[in-house]
């Protein structure tokens, strides 16, 4: 189920009101109790207990009271991540030691398996081989990413194509020492 605005929104008011006592929220939010149950449908919140709104201190007849579940917050999360704006393109670095590097999709899949896998490797990714990934930036989807690396990180790149090679892939490896002249050597 897609959630609609005014899911999010139910969402949101639980967040905030997380931050207060003892997190539940009641009638006096402004939003349909049958919003919630939706939500509660969903598992991204849960409906108080008949014997516990009594304790709340909402008032002596209170309905009902909500609050945020763990998968509630996440999806929250989620959603302000998935819809932020897409990623400035940083500034050209100043460092003239910095080259820029262009990869296809397929390429950077295969970059970014390597830094996951770096803090395992018995030679890790280059020092701030994990940022320049990171700080990539793709124009359009499908399109190639933009990277700044040194030359020392090239190399560890270089090296990446070369696991990837040995693993059955070589045409990452191919295209990089082609269009950036950097190929693996062993030490």
Do not use: K
């Not at 005014?6 to 939010?29: F, K, M, N, S």
């Amino acid at each position: 189920m897609r959630l609609r605005r005014e899911h999010w929104e139910a969402l949101r008011v639980l967040a905030a009101g997380q931050t207060v006592g003892h997190g539940w929220v009641g009638p006096r939010c402004g939003i349909s109790a049958a919003v919630f149950r939706g939500l509660a449908g969903l598992g991204l919140c849960e409906m108080a207990p008949a014997e516990v709104l009594p304790t709340l201190g909402f008032g002596r007849q209170v309905g009902w009271a909500v609050r945020l579940t763990a998968d509630g917050h996440d999806a929250l999360l989620y959603e302000a991540e998935r819809n932020d704006a897409p990623p400035q393109r940083p500034a050209r670095p100043t460092d003239p030691d910095v080259r820029r590097v262009t990869l296809p999709p397929a390429d950077m899949a295969v970059l970014r398996r390597y830094v996951a896998l770096s803090a395992n490797l018995r030679c890790p990714a280059a020092e701030g081989l994990d940022v320049a990934v990171r700080e990539a930036v793709q124009d359009a989807p499908g399109s190639r990413f933009e990277v700044w690396l040194t030359e020392r990180q090239m190399a560890s790149v270089a090296r990446a194509f070369f696991l990837e090679r040995v693993a059955g892939g070589t045409a990452a490896g191919n295209r990089y020492a082609r269009e950036h002249g950097a190929v693996y050597r062993r030490a």
